[in-house]
C-alpha cells in the first residue's frame, strides 16, 4: 500500500540554480496538490492538478514556478532561479476524488537555497 | 478568501487528560473540515475529518465538533498519551474550492 511518494527528501541548490521536486501520488489517485510550509507555519497551498491539466494555480507565484502533471510518470514543481526565500519544505498531497477531500501527503522535499 | 484561526498555539497537558483545539473560519460556504497532525520532520496525516452535513465525529479517543453558525469548529482528543504529541493542524474548504486552508498549527505536548 504505497502512500505518497517524493524526491528527493531533501535538496539543496545555490541561488539562481534551478529546483525539480517530484511526487508519485496514491495509485489510484489522479489529483495532486503542492503545499508549501514554512518554518513554524501552516500550510499554503500552492496549486491542484489532475492529469495533463492545472486546475487551480492561484497559490503559486507567477514567476519562477511552474507545475506539471504528465500523462505519464510523477508530477513535477519546477522553481527557476531559486532565490533564498523559496528555502522550505515543499509538500505534495494526492486524492482520489475531485475536490479538497480526504488528500493524503507525501514526506515533503526540504529546499535549501544557500 | 479563506482564512482560519487556530488557538492555542502551544498546549501541555498531562498523560491522561483530554486536550481541544479550537478553529474558527471566515468563509460560510466552506463545507469540509480535516484535521492532520504532524510529527517532527514527518508528512502531515489526515486523522480526522467532517462535513458540514454534520455536527460531531468521533473515532475512538478523537473527536470532532462542527458548529456552523458560529463557524468554529474543534477537535477533542481524550486520554491523551505520549505518542499523541505532535503539532495538530486544522483546515478548511470551500464548496467548489479545491485548496484547504490551514490554520497555523497548536503543538500539543503530552507530558508522562
Known amino acids: 500500500n504505497a502512500g505518497v511518494m517524493q524526491n528527493p527528501r531533501h535538496l539543496v541548490r545555490r541561488r539562481g540554480q534551478e529546483a525539480r521536486l517530484r511526487c508519485s501520488p496514491v495509485?489510484?489517485?489522479?489529483?495532486v496538490y503542492w503545499y508549501r510550509q514554512l518554518p513554524e507555519e501552516g500550510l499554503k497551498f500552492m496549486v491542484y492538478?489532475?492529469?495533463?491539466?492545472?486546475?487551480?494555480e492561484s497559490g503559486m507565484p507567477k514567476e519562477r514556478f511552474s507545475a506539471e502533471f504528465p500523462k505519464e510518470g510523477p508530477s513535477i514543481l519546477r522553481i527557476q532561479q531559486v532565490v533564498r526565500g523559496d528555502s522550505a519544505a515543499y509538500f505534495c498531497?494526492?486524492?482520489?476524488?475531485?475536490?479538497?477531500?480526504?488528500?493524503?501527503f507525501g514526506p515533503g522535499t526540504r529546499l535549501t537555497v544557500t | 478568501g479563506e482564512n482560519v484561526e487556530q488557538h492555542p498555539s502551544t498546549l501541555s497537558v498531562q498523560e491522561g487528560d483530554s486536550a481541544v483545539i479550537k478553529c474558527t473560519y471566515s468563509?460560510?460556504?466552506?463545507?469540509?473540515f480535516p484535521w492532520y497532525k504532524q510529527e517532527l520532520g514527518k508528512r502531515p496525516q489526515l486523522i480526522i475529518d467532517i462535513r458540514s452535513n454534520v455536527g460531531e465525529k468521533k473515532d475512538q479517543r478523537i473527536a470532532v465538533t462542527l458548529n456552523k453558525t458560529a463557524k468554529h469548529f474543534s477537535l477533542h482528543i481524550t486520554e491523551t498519551q505520549p505518542e499523541d504529541s505532535a503539532v495538530y493542524f486544522c483546515?478548511?474548504?470551500?464548496?467548489?474550492?479545491?485548496?484547504?486552508?490551514f490554520g497555523k498549527g497548536t503543538k500539543l505536548s503530552v507530558i508522562p
Open positions: 468563509d460560510s460556504a466552506s463545507n469540509y
Open positions: 483546515a478548511a474548504a470551500g464548496a467548489g474550492s479545491y485548496q484547504l486552508t
Open positions: 495509485k489510484g489517485h489522479s489529483h
Open positions: 492538478l489532475q492529469k495533463e491539466n492545472i486546475i487551480d
Open positions: 498531497a494526492s486524492s482520489g476524488d475531485r475536490g479538497p477531500y480526504e488528500q493524503y
